[in-house]
């Protein structure tokens, strides 16, 4: 049986990419699950001048591997009220993805009366 230059030229092209398809595997970027942290100083990142003051989201980075992300957007003074306010958590619902987790840690700002807050709205509702 006799082949053509075409025929020898497909033959190859079709070998080489036979040959490339497993490499592209692993090349593909891996799918990165990603940790939101929302809340206020307990788990913020602080500046280096407040050390050694530190909000527990700033070392929780360093207990995973590069397949998780975590997105910090807790700040000093933030009640539940003030964060939604100030766009925080629909940053959060905007850039969230099935498999992704949300971490919430609010509480001593909430208690504050000059801070308007969901906690003090739903004990005005409930009493």
Same mark, same amino acid.
């Given at each position: 049986?006799?082949?053509?230059? /075409?025929?020898? %030229?497909?033959?190859?092209?079709v &070998?080489?990419?036979?040959?490339? =398809?497993? @490499?592209?595997?692993?090349?593909?970027p891996?799918k990165?699950?990603?940790?939101?942290?929302?809340?206020?100083?307990?788990?913020?990142? /602080?500046?280096v %001048?407040?050390?050694?003051?530190? &909000?527990?989201?700033?070392?929780? =980075?360093? @207990?995973?591997?590069s397949?998780?992300?975590?997105v910090?957007l807790?700040?000093n003074?933030?009640?539940?009220s003030?964060?939604r306010?100030?766009g925080?958590?629909?940053q959060i619902?905007n850039?969230?993805?099935?498999?992704?987790?949300? @971490?919430?840690?609010?509480g001593?700002?909430?208690?504050?009366p000059?801070?308007?807050?969901?906690?003090?709205?739903?004990?005005?509702?409930i009493?």
């Amino acid at each position: 049986m006799v082949k053509d230059d /075409k025929g020898i %030229k497909m033959n190859k092209s079709v &070998g080489l990419i036979l040959l490339i =398809i497993p @490499f592209l595997a692993f090349m593909l970027p891996q799918k990165k699950t990603t940790i939101f942290l929302a809340g206020d100083s307990t788990i913020s990142i /602080k500046d280096v %001048k407040a050390y050694p003051e530190t &909000g527990w989201g700033m070392p929780f =980075i360093y @207990f995973w591997d590069s397949t998780i992300e975590v997105v910090n957007l807790a700040k000093n003074g933030r009640s539940t009220s003030s964060f939604r306010k100030e766009g925080l958590w629909d940053q959060i619902m905007n850039d969230c993805k099935k498999g992704d987790y949300v @971490f919430i840690q609010f509480g001593h700002n909430d208690e504050v009366p000059t801070k308007k807050t969901i906690l003090q709205k739903l004990n005005s509702e409930i009493i």
